[in-house]
């Protein structure tokens, strides 16, 4: 193709587009220049596209659903969004943060040092052992800025990370942006007694150690977990621990629900577990500790020769965090860590809330006929709907049945909830198809209005 | 283990020995080979980790880092105060990934007029963290390994290593300055492309030129046959435009911002880029936006969801009650886009007599809030090392923190390792400083010229 008859084809195009107007709309050129268009739009598309880390990569579930259930009419339990208040301190440290000149500036890149200051107090407590504040921990946008940074930092091509199913949904695209293959694991149900409880999905070791090989450089650890509400317990961790050592391997920790464990539960840092601290980057977050999922501001922690490799990410990738949020963040851990040993600290007190509503919750699905896993920690419920048999046959697309449940239940019932194969590799979608997700850190209103779809629900099965 | 391609026989066997050896010493195990990926080779060092934490270790009067020492306006802070402690206590909670609706709303219908595009606020806008993760998500989107992308010199740093995190390499073309009219001080306009040297450095493998204007650090603000030259060159090469307009309000002497995307065959191949930080004085808010075609914006979002997915929602809020009360006030002499300029314009004119008055000779800005100053007549305070590694000025710098207690910027952090050396004589001043700063700058140069001189 002359690079003659191209650069005349484009430099006609552009002319047109201005008489035309405004939108791009690449299909509206007068059809004598067809001929010039079709090459120049090749042209322009090819040079246009995307690079190829991002292939692939575009489709999301929170965006489709979270469109949806934006409707007031439909009674929310789907995204993981609180709409409980945060703690009034809280809130009142940012509007006392704003006010003050310095603080709407820039501050230091890799967190503000009050922050990082009262961060490193807080789990040097909890870890017993000494944390830098300044090489030790980087404050992120979010635990998701915490991963992505992690991933950026320590994983790329050539290398593989496995991921355990069902899983946070971002975790797979990560690992593929970075270049990297992810390689699946599934929790699997082992029927244990009577009650569905989240401690009845479990690894299976030997499965485990056959996904571990040279190539593996980590594996992404999530408790408590989303979407199940498993805690894992010393004995598991132990044994992601030994293959970790075992094989040189990195242990990613999402640990972001650390606080929501119920009783029965303690959540156990696998970083504190011998040999753990030096491969383990462990993630935070401000939005699930203290109810303000908008803030977004979470951190990583871990030893500096790993730090510093997210640190060199941040500052190459945004730079630095928000200064009055970072602030407002330090004044409330100030205020909780000096009663951490009290049960009033809001770390205890909001764990102790949300259980109350984890029991409200599983009964009312409970008395539709539904057998709700009941989670040991965190703020989600999955719950197997393939009993309640509805009948989907007239929904035609080609989507698990989970999906087309969730799309039906919002339509039909203004309920939604997230589909669970969202939380899946291509592989496990039939494993786990059956299940729903449902989020319970909601308001008693919400949770009335729930109430009274389920309630309704029932009476129609009956 | 092999974990890179250079690695020698030697070395694997070493390595797989030592981690063999690991799994039996619980508590000291580290790990036994390089953990960091190799796309970071190279990109650790950081002018701004490093001088922040000089002005921050002494006692200095700041002019380095480019942040405003006094408050951002009332109306935007009680905006944020009111988003935080209002009824509406969802505005602490996740927001729309792409963008706070009601702020990607008034951006559409701001920007629309000035870009005289009908931007659609769902598909042409994307609200980043700050300008600095729009800049990110360009590279990431739209850069491949094998693709070249244009960088004017001087420029803001994080291009640099962005092009090469994304796998590119970047191409430099400096701006030359020429010498002003006799008895005129240089200005930023005098630092010019030349044609024919830009049409140069475009190849068929150049996938983007990035774009600042007004430039950090020289201040340059491109006039429209600028603009032009360069909207022709990408057009004919069918290359995208990356164009860095934080400081847009910022332009003195009556000059006018000029956005590329505006121009004939731009607005399809350009991502513009904003910032709240430098538009209301709240560097520390971190909310910046992307204007640009659909068919290159949802690349961005891809990018955009895989990396942060959500920007705060409170400063979103608060940018969005800023923009629709300028939105209001529009070219009016109430109008803080108005207000800022003619402050900072005097800023300006009282710090270039403050050098002056000292010896420096200062480069006056058409805009930003960046001087750069000449300091060939101070380089006998700090000898030169031509065999030091370290650029003149950054050396002249730290000597400068350290014993005059005066803080700025090293100007051949703005330029490639090829470029350094050849600018290593000038300095960054950060005008956008309230009057006690900027004073006691002025009575710092005052001593330090009085001292030069002798009693």
Known sequence: ?462 | MLRRAGLSLGQFLWRRKSSAEFSCSFGKAKMSRPVQAQKLEGLDKNVWVEFVKLAATYPTVNLGQGFPDFSPPDFVKEAFVKAVSGENAMLHQYTRVFGHPALVTILARFFGKLLGQDIDSLTNVMVTVGAYEALFCCFQALVDSGDEVIIIEPYFDCYEPMVKMAGGTPVFIPLRPKTPAPGKLMSSGDWQLDPAELASKFTRRTKAIVLNSPNNPLGKVFSKKEMELIADLCVKHDVLCFSDEVYEWLVYDGKKHIRIASLPGMWDRTITIGSAGKTFSATGWKVGWTFGPDHLLKHLRTVHQNCVYHCPTAAQEAVAQGFQREFERYGKPESYFVQLPQELQQKRDRLVQSLLAVGMKPIIPEGTYFLIADLSDFKAEVPDLPDCEEPYDSRFIKWMIKNKGLAAIPVSAFYSTAQKRNFDHLIRFCFVKEEATLKAAEDILQQWKLKKTGP
């Open chain 1, 1 to 462: 193709m002359g690079r003659g008859a191209r650069v005349e084809g484009m430099l006609f195009v552009p002319q047109r587009f201005l008489c035309l107007g405004i939108r791009t709309q690449l299909l509206k050129t007068v059809s004598s220049l067809r001929s010039f268009r079709f090459s120049a739009l090749a042209t322009m598309a090819s040079k246009h596209k995307n690079a190829k880390r991002i292939e692939g990569l575009d489709s999301n579930v929170w965006v489709e659903f979270t469109k949806v259930a934006a409707d007031p009419s439909i009674v929310n339990l789907g995204q993981g969004l609180p709409d409980i208040s945060p703690p009034s301190y809280v809130k009142e440290e940012l509007a006392k943060a704003a006010a003050v000149d310095r603080l709407n500036q820039y501050t230091r890149g890799f967190g503000h040092p009050a922050l990082v200051k009262v961060l490193s107090q807080v789990y040097e407590k909890i870890c017993g052992r000494k944390i830098d504040p300044y090489t030790d921990i980087l404050v992120t946008v979010g635990g998701y800025g915490s991963l992505f940074s992690a991933m950026q930092a320590l994983i790329e091509e050539g290398d593989e990370v496995i991921i355990i199913e069902p899983f946070y949904d971002c975790y797979e695209p990560m690992v593929k942006m970075a270049g990297a293959k992810p390689v699946f694991i599934p929790l699997r149900y082992k029927k244990a007694g009577n009650s569905a409880s989240s401690a009845d999905w479990v690894l299976d070791p030997t499965e485990l150690a056959s996904k571990f090989n040279s190539k593996t450089k980590a594996i992404i650890l999530n408790t408590p977990h989303n979407p199940i509400g498993k805690v894992y317990t010393k004995e598991e961790l132990q044994l992601i621990a030994d293959l970790c050592i075992k094989h040189d391997s990195l242990c990613i920790s999402d640990e972001v629900y650390e606080w929501l464990v119920y009783t029965g539960n303690k959540h156990i840092k696998i970083a504190t577990l011998p040999g753990m601290w030096e491969r383990t980057v462990t993630i935070g977050s401000a939005g699930k500790t203290y109810s303000v999922t908008g803030w977004k501001l979470g951190w990583s922690i871990g030893p500096q020769h790993l730090i510093k490799h997210l640190q060199v990410v941040q500052q190459n990738t945004l730079y630095t965090c928000s200064t009055p949020l970072q602030e407002a963040l330090a004044q409330a851990f100030l205020i909780d860590f000096k009663r951490m040993d009290d049960p009033d600290c809001y770390f205890y007190s909001l764990s102790r809330e949300l259980e109350g509503k984890r029991n409200r919750m599983a009964q009312l699905l409970q008395e539709v006929g539904l057998k709700p896993v009941i989670p040991e920690g965190g703020y989600f419920m999955i719950v197997d709907v393939s009993a309640l048999d509805v009948d989907l046959s007239d929904m035609v697309e080609d989507r698990p049945y989970d999906y087309k449940f969730v799309t039906w239940m919002i339509k039909s019932k203004k309920l939604s909830a997230i589909p669970l194969t969202a939380f899946c590799g291509l592989e496990t979608k039939e494993q786990f198809e059956k299940y729903i997700r449902f989020c319970f850190i909601k308001q008693d209103s919400t949770l009335d209005a729930a109430e009274m779809i389920l309630k309704k629900w029932s009476k129609q099965i009956a």
